[in-house]
Nanobody, 124 residues
Framework: VQLVESGGGSVQAGGSLRLSCIASAGTFRSIGVGWFRQAPGKDLEFVAGVSWTGVSIVYADSVKRRFTLSIDNGRSTVYLEMNSLKIEERAKYYC??????????????????WGLGNQVTVSS
């Protein structure tokens, strides 16, 4: 199982970025896929997650109404559209796959497979 993130980069506060997570075959026959982020000096934080069917999507309260997660099963890709980005959201963003367990999965221990991460920089 492999997960590869792309789409990070630099943006000014208030701007938008879209992250993509492409999964190898098998990952999407899983419980779901989630996005986490880790800012410098801070703990890993859950951002959003989607069940592999695409029916159930959950968000952290801090990103609701600004971030949108979608899934394209045909392309084995999950997208995280991030709008109105804040300076404090500068972090490395990780895609993760939960192959077993119960949905929704919001904690790191519920995810078994992880991508290498993609940097998002938000400046003033």
């Amino acid at each position: 199982v492999q997960l590869v993130e792309s789409g990070g980069g630099s943006v000014q506060a208030g701007g938008s970025l879209r992250l993509s997570c492409i999964a190898s075959a098998g990952t999407f026959r899983s419980i779901g896929v989630g996005w986490f982020r880790q800012a410098p000096g801070k703990d890993l934080e859950f951002v959003a997650g989607v069940s592999w069917t695409g029916v159930s999507i959950v968000y952290a309260d801090s990103v609701k109404r600004r971030f949108t997660l979608s899934i394209d099963n045909g392309r084995s890709t999950v997208y995280l559209e991030m709008n109105s980005l804040k300076i404090e959201e500068r972090a490395k963003y990780y895609c993760a796959g939960a192959l077993t367990g119960v949905w929704p999965a919001r904690t790191r221990c519920e995810y078994q497979y992880w991508g290498l991460g993609n940097q998002v920089t938000v400046s003033s």
